[in-house]
């Protein structure tokens, strides 16, 4: 516990990247969350119409929080339209007890008690042109209604965005803030997932990561990748995996890649990189990731990477499982 807490403290010392709390991070060079209405088809790149994001305010924090959400509706000139718009997503904000610490709120699908906690807030968005490439804010936020998880050492608020109706897709980003009207990230705050829903960049030129983070009872991980539709390849990079590949999915299925994890990996942030079809241009590409220990239970996306991005130390050797 005394090192995951140093390393959150650490992460002040990193730079720019460090101050900027929004999902997707600058950093993950993402362009957007997408969230596909309830009738859409999982083909389309979302594999359950439901996306948990956790935002955590360290307990120092005694100001209110708000967190904003960047082109909420499902119309604009950001979607994703198949045919004429139809669809509906809901964003729903949690806090109290069990909003993170139940399991199901850690879940990889809208399954069991995943909308645990107390409902603070909630909104729905259909086309809304008052909200197209602009931001809705839920707050303010008092930090102490989220759920105190005392090895972060913070309170965490849950959104949970889950399509009502329609079949189109819903891309948009969120924004942990200090300013109800502006993006001024808290000092020590971050932001994570368990199941990572997103937009590749239509640019070939473009590569794209996310970092799960490997704690100290993590002896080997499956990498799980859906409907990367022939987009280039997919890389693992850690202090002692240097570009390890993995194998990709095709159109609407799981792959699953299985990696064991060294003594020096855990504790440590690993990086998975997403490098774009050189050859072959791909557009509109959405794909879910994620990643489970040898129990099966997923692992947090920071958009902060605890302890920073991995750098990979060569005298470490590779190992595949």
Request: a negative charge; aromatic letters at 14%; hydrophobic letters at 40%.
């Amino acid at each position: 516990m005394y090192r995951f807490l140093m390393i959150l403290l650490g992460l002040i010392l990193f730079d720019e990247v460090v101050f900027t709390q929004s999902a997707p991070a600058s950093d993950e060079n993402i362009p957007f969350l997408v969230t596909f209405g309830a009738d859409a088809v999982t083909s389309w790149g979302d594999d359950d119409f439901c996306q948990i994001f956790f935002f955590m305010v360290p307990s120092s924090q005694i100001d209110p929080v708000y967190i904003r959400v960047y082109d909420p509706d499902t119309g604009g000139d950001l979607d994703e339209a198949k045919g004429e718009f139809n669809t509906v997503v809901n964003f729903s904000l949690y806090g109290g007890n069990g909003c993170w610490s139940d399991k199901d709120a850690q879940s990889l699908g809208p399954v069991g008690n995943y909308r645990s906690g107390i409902l603070l807030s909630s909104k729905s968005f259909g086309r809304d042109k008052q909200y197209n490439k602009d931001y809705y804010t839920f707050g303010p936020l008092n930090p102490y209604e989220g759920e105190y998880v005392e090895k972060f050492d913070a309170h965490v608020f849950k959104i949970i965005a889950g399509g009502v109706s329609g079949d189109d897709g819903n891309l948009y980003r969120y924004f942990l803030s200090e300013l109800p009207d502006e993006n001024l990230a808290i000092e020590g705050g971050n932001v994570f997932t368990y199941e990572y829903s997103f937009r590749l960049s239509d640019d070939q030129n473009q590569v794209s990561q996310i970092y799960p983070f490997v704690d100290d009872k993590t002896i080997s991980i499956e990498v799980s990748n859906f409907d990367w539709d022939n987009d280039g390849i997919i890389k693992i990079i850690s202090v002692a995996k240097n570009g390890l590949l993995c194998d990709v999915s095709g159109d609407d299925y799981w792959l699953r890649n299985k990696f064991r994890i060294l003594e020096e990996e855990k504790n440590t942030t690993i990086e998975i990189q997403f490098v774009k079809n050189q050859k072959l241009k791909i557009l509109n590409n959405n794909v879910v990731v994620v990643v489970r220990n040898q129990y099966g239970l997923s692992l947090p996306f920071f958009v902060i990477p605890l302890g920073g991005i991995p750098v990979y130390t060569p005298k470490i050797m590779m190992k595949g499982l």
